[in-house]
């Protein structure tokens, strides 16, 4: 029987979304049957990533434990949280509960090496995720030479991509499709040979990219997924 995986959501809901859709999309079905039980907490009033990290805002812990916690309650058998930068908590998630948590930044730099011949690496993320250099840090153990862009940069193509009003988690997603590709050939003229879209939300957009730039795009989103259809179908 398939193992049941519980998914920490909200952060923000469509991003969520998107895990949920490429779980289906990678996992071998032909009826209703074949899918993979799925358990979903959406806490959208999690705090901010972003205010905690840069800003000293409210932690988003409490409320990650509890998620972790209310998913093993609800038979989940592992964890999956989507959100990249919800991983700078991952050892307080982990240790709240008895079942595995996958850890989105480890699956997506251990995909690399195993499937992309390359040795810089570009990191297209916004400044928290940066700051803390949980991606360059994963990346670095497997002897990669991570490429980012510079604070001004990363505040005007990621942050202002992402956060304002106007934003992707706004849901104006094919607005800001022209920064982040602009953000993806400035990490890729810097000498970067892939470029890894290292926010949950960045993914989003990528119906609105060319296919040159797509072709040089990593998904941890889907990267994230795979593991969890290949996890509950027992094939690890």
Same mark, same amino acid.
């Given at each position: 029987?398939?193992?049941?995986?519980?998914?920490?959501?909200?952060?923000?809901?469509?991003?969520?979304?998107?895990?949920?859709? %490429?779980?289906?999309?990678?996992?071998?079905?032909?009826?209703?049957?074949?899918?993979?039980?799925?358990?979903?907490?959406?806490?959208?009033?999690?705090?901010?990533?972003?205010?905690?990290? *840069? #800003?000293?805002?409210?932690?988003?812990?409490?409320?990650?434990?509890?998620?972790?916690?209310?998913?093993?309650?609800?038979?989940?058998?592992?964890?999956?949280?989507?959100?990249? *930068?919800?991983?700078?908590?991952?050892?307080?998630?982990?240790?709240?509960?008895?079942?595995?948590? *996958?850890?989105?930044?480890?699956?997506?730099?251990?995909?690399?090496?195993?499937?992309?011949?390359?040795?810089?690496?570009?990191?297209?993320?916004?400044?928290?995720?940066?700051?803390?250099?949980?991606?360059?840090? #994963?990346?670095?153990?497997?002897?990669?030479?991570?490429?980012?862009?510079?604070?001004?940069?990363?505040?005007?193509?990621?942050?202002?991509?992402?956060?304002?009003?106007?934003?992707?988690?706004?849901?104006?997603? %094919?607005?800001?499709?022209?920064?982040?590709?602009?953000?993806?050939?400035?990490?890729?003229?810097?000498?970067?040979?892939?470029?890894?879209?290292?926010?949950?939300?960045?993914?989003?957009?990528?119906?609105?990219?060319? #296919?040159?730039?797509?072709? %040089?795009?990593?998904?941890?989103?889907?990267?994230?997924? %795979?593991?969890?259809?290949?996890?509950?179908?027992?094939?690890?």
């Amino acid at each position: 029987m398939d193992k049941m995986v519980g998914i920490i959501g909200g952060l923000g809901p469509e991003a969520t979304i998107d895990l949920m859709k %490429k779980i289906i999309k990678n996992t071998p079905a032909k009826t209703d049957q074949d899918h993979i039980p799925m358990v979903v907490y959406s806490n959208p009033k999690t705090p901010s990533r972003y205010k905690a990290i *840069l #800003e000293g805002g409210e932690s988003p812990v409490p409320q990650l434990v509890e998620a972790a916690k209310k998913l093993e309650q609800a038979g989940a058998e592992f964890i999956a949280i989507a959100c990249n *930068l919800a991983h700078y908590y991952y050892d307080d998630v982990k240790k709240a509960v008895r079942i595995p948590v *996958l850890h989105i930044v480890r699956e997506t730099a251990n995909w690399i090496s195993k499937n992309c011949k390359v040795t810089k690496v570009g990191i297209l993320a916004p400044t928290p995720t940066i700051k803390v250099g949980i991606y360059q840090k #994963e990346l670095e153990k497997y002897g990669y030479e991570p490429i980012t862009l510079d604070h001004e940069e990363t505040k005007r193509l990621v942050d202002d991509a992402i956060y304002p009003e106007t934003g992707i988690k706004a849901g104006y997603i %094919k607005e800001n499709a022209s920064l982040v590709a602009e953000a993806i050939k400035t990490l890729l003229d810097r000498g970067a040979e892939i470029v890894i879209l290292a926010c949950t939300e960045l993914p989003l957009v990528l119906d609105f990219l060319s #296919e040159d730039l797509r072709d %040089k795009v990593i998904d941890p989103t889907d990267i994230l997924a %795979k593991k969890i259809v290949s996890l509950s179908k027992g094939l690890e």
